[in-house]
Structures are given as structure tokens and as C-alpha cells.
């Protein structure tokens, strides 16, 4: 096959967090097909995302209130592309039905060159119900949307940041939002699952450790709690949570000193960013940061990782919840400082 003729297509929909990983993916197909065509299909609101990469030739959308027959007609859209490489990053029944009709004869080895990323239910079963740990580590989110790709010759190393290219006005906005908060620090204590979340008090006691310190909050706009942090120092603390689009609250990432941040998706933003950050790593394995910019606070425990998103039970029967609370404020506190220290 000419490599000036490949045209990829990467199907990953969802969540915040996988979709930014994934951003490395375009930038590490043209390190080996430097004159590809790439093409992405995600669900419409992670849209934003990846419009402004420069290795992202179009973006398809995909609106969940189209259903299943919306979700054909875009793909017989697609089908006009003539894909080379389909590449199915998400593995889930969406992406199976798109597969199914870029490659109709796919069983019998016609049409696009075709890998689909394996969930790895063996090793997770292997991991989760007998603690027998058989993935590579340390783990890594980014090399593992990456490893599926080296029969094509695609390298596992994420490429160097950025790969999260915001638009001007986000940047703008972001701006405005912190035109008082210059050298802020961003803290994110929200995650998807409680379980993943450092305790809300902690968040407070770090405030209160940096008192000369401005900071502002970053969650969804479901993360009611987090206006209890604020409350800790409100002349000096302000709250984003559910006031920002995905990509300008990653704009106030890129803007701020650094960020402190749980198992959540603005980890991975950070990191996509070029910007360093320090994370709180609990239950959950396969979020893990992948760049040296981020610092990691993990406790070594026999019962880490518990499941595969943090959701629990917690099966620590000494003490729960013991990966994250027995992180202290102090720690981070010092963490914090090295880095500060080291800016101008």
C-alpha cells in the first residue's frame, strides 16, 4: 500500500477522559504515515475536543438523540471515504456497528485495514478477582490506545504534548476568567466515582496550608460540594464547577501555575497540555497519567487497583477508603511547593 494514499479513521466516542488520551493517536499515525489522511468519529459534545488538532483531518459527529438509525446514516456517509484504516478504539456496540458496515465483507479479510483494541476481560478478571496483575506497567492510558497499533508499525510512545489544541476563544475566555487570578493553582476534586475522590476536607486543610495563595475550582456542574471547599477561603478561592465548557475549563488548566487533580479527565487534559500537574491516584488502574510532567501520589497497597473505574466496594478491611486518605495535605502541600518553586 502507498502510505501517501492511507486514510485512518479512529472511532473513539466517549468518555472525556479516554477522548483525550486518544488525542495522541493522530500525531502518532503520521509519525509513520507522515502524508495520511485522518478522520475521527466521536459523540457530539467531545467534538470541541478534537477540532483544533492539527492531525485531525475531519471530525464526524455523532448526537446520541439520533439513535441507532442516525447512527447508520452517518456511517453510509462515511462509507464514501473509502477508509484504508479503521481503527476501533472504543469497542463497544456503536463502534461494532460502524465497523460492521465500513467493512461489510470484514470476516472474510475484504475491505480497510481493520484492529479493534481488546478490552482485555482475561487480564482484568485475573486482576480484579484474583490480584494477579498481568498488564505492563506501570500502567499507562495513552500507551494502551497506542499498543493496538503496532502491527501497523505505529509506535506505543505517546508523542511529545501538546495534542490538546484549543481554539483562540476558549483561550480568550479562560482569560477573562482569570484576569484576578494570576499564578492561580487549579484544583479538580470532583471524579466520576466517590471512591476516586480524596477526601473533600483534605481540599480545604491544602487551602488553608497556602494562605498567600489564590485557586480556583474546577467540576461539573453536578459537584455541589465543591462550593463547601471554596467556603474554606472565599476572598482567595474561586468556584468554576458547572460554569465552564469542557474546553475553556481546560483553558484555565493551561493558564493556571499547575493542577492538583483526582483520577478525572482534566488529569489527562493537563497532560495533553504540556502543563504539569500533580494527580491522586486511587482504586482505579487504567486512568493512569502517561507524561513525566505529572507528578503521582499513590499509595502501594495489596489491594490497589479494586476495580476497573473506581466504582468499589472498597475491599480494604483495615482501613477504607486507606488509598487516598492516607495522602496527606501535607504532601501534596510540599509537592505544590516544588513546583512553584521552580516557575518564575
Known amino acids: 500500500m502507498n502510505a501517501k494514499t492511507a486514510k485512518f479513521l479512529i472511532i473513539r466516542f466517549s468518555a472525556f477522559g479516554d477522548v483525550v488520551q486518544t488525542l495522541s493517536v493522530p500525531s502518532a499515525i ?4 507522515p502524508d495520511a489522511e ?3 468519529v466521536t459523540r457530539k459534545d467531545m467534538a470541541p475536543l478534537l477540532k483544533g488538532h492539527p492531525n485531525i483531518d475531519r471530525v464526524w ?3 446520541r438523540k439520533a439513535g441507532l438509525g442516525g447512527l447508520i446514516n452517518l456511517t453510509m456517509q ?6 484504508t484504516h479503521i481503527y476501533d478504539a472504543h469497542n463497544n456496540m456503536r463502534s461494532r456497528v460502524i465497523s460492521w458496515v465500513l467493512r461489510p465483507l470484514g470476516f472474510l479479510g475484504v475491505g480497510a ?8 476481560r482475561w487480564k482484568r478478571f485475573l486482576l480484579f478477582r484474583f490480584r494477579i496483575n498481568t498488564f505492563e506497567m506501570p500502567f499507562s492510558g495513552q500507551r494502551d490506545l497506542l499498543e493496538p497499533l503496532l502491527p501497523w508499525g505505529i509506535s506505543k510512545t505517546p508523542p511529545a504534548a501538546p495534542q490538546l489544541f484549543l481554539s483562540e476563544e476558549s483561550y480568550k475566555k479562560a482569560q477573562e476568567i482569570l484576569q484576578d487570578y494570576n499564578g492561580c493553582v487549579a484544583l479538580a476534586p470532583s471524579a466520576a466515582h466517590f471512591l476516586k475522590r480524596w477526601p473533600k476536607e483534605y481540599w480545604k486543610e491544602l487551602i488553608l496550608l497556602y494562605p498567600d495563595q489564590k485557586f480556583v475550582l474546577l467540576g461539573g456542574p453536578e459537584d455541589s460540594f465543591i462550593e463547601d471547599i471554596r467556603d474554606v477561603a472565599p476572598e482567595r478561592v474561586m468556584n468554576l464547577a458547572g ?3 469542557l474546553p475553556v475549563s481546560a483553558g484555565v488548566v493551561a493558564q ?3 493542577l492538583i487533580t483526582n483520577d478525572t479527565w482534566l488529569l489527562h487534559a493537563a497532560e495533553q497540555l504540556g502543563k504539569k500537574a500533580i494527580a491522586l491516584m486511587g482504586p482505579a488502574p487504567f486512568g493512569f497519567p502517561s507524561r513525566s510532567s505529572t507528578k503521582i501520589m499513590e499509595i502501594e497497597l495489596p489491594c490497589r487497583p479494586c476495580s476497573k473505574h473506581g466504582q468499589g466496594p472498597c475491599v480494604n478491611k483495615e482501613k477504607f477508603h486507606q488509598c487516598l486518605v492516607d495522602i496527606t495535605p501535607k504532601q501534596i502541600a510540599a509537592e505544590l511547593r516544588n513546583i512553584l518553586d521552580r516557575q518564575p
Open 30 to 33: 503520521k509519525q509513520t504515515y
Open 38 to 40: 485522518i478522520h475521527w
Open 61 to 63: 459527529e455523532f448526537d
Open 78 to 83: 462515511m462509507r464514501r471515504e473509502n477508509f
Open 113 to 120: 485495514h481493520f484492529i479493534r483494541r481488546s478490552i482485555r
Open 243 to 245: 460554569k465552564c465548557s
Open 256 to 258: 493556571s501555575a499547575t
